[in-house]
């Protein structure tokens, strides 16, 4: 069982930046494709990014493309989420995702991802 654990969510100004990281424990960090998805009120869960194992596979959604940079640290079991020139927009909770492929296929449909944390608030207030 894979247990995910974000942190570094907060309020910052339009313009401003933050870094979200994403500790995993359990599973075979491996095999595992990470991921970020958010959800904004009254919304459905947003694609954000994901990236394997290797770091060859790595998708962003067209909303963060150019701002956001994700990258992992297979050494710590740990994932980030960069996240610049942010915009009001961009308010949501922030999930990390997570699963498992030995072939490292990424995915950007929320329903492929078995494992989720529970969520960081990040606010950019105008």
């Known amino acids: 069982q894979v247990q995910l654990e974000e942190s570094g969510g907060g309020l910052v100004q339009t313009g401003g930046s933050l870094r979200l990281s994403c500790a995993a424990s359990g599973g075979t960090f491996s095999s595992l494709v990470l991921g970020w998805f958010r959800q904004a009120p009254g919304q459905d869960r947003e694609f954000v990014a994901a990236l394997n194992w290797s770091g060859e596979n790595l998708y962003y959604g067209d909303s963060v493309k150019g701002r956001f940079t994700m990258s992992r640290d297979n050494a710590k079991n740990s994932a980030y989420l960069q996240m610049n020139s942010l915009k009001p927009e961009d308010t949501a909770v922030y999930y990390c995702?997570?699963?498992?492929?030995?072939?490292?296929?990424?995915?950007?449909?929320?329903?492929?991802?078995?494992?989720w944390g529970q969520g960081t608030q990040v606010t950019v207030s105008s």
């Open positions: 995702v997570a699963r498992q492929s030995r072939s490292g296929r990424v995915a950007m449909t929320k329903e492929l991802y078995d494992y």
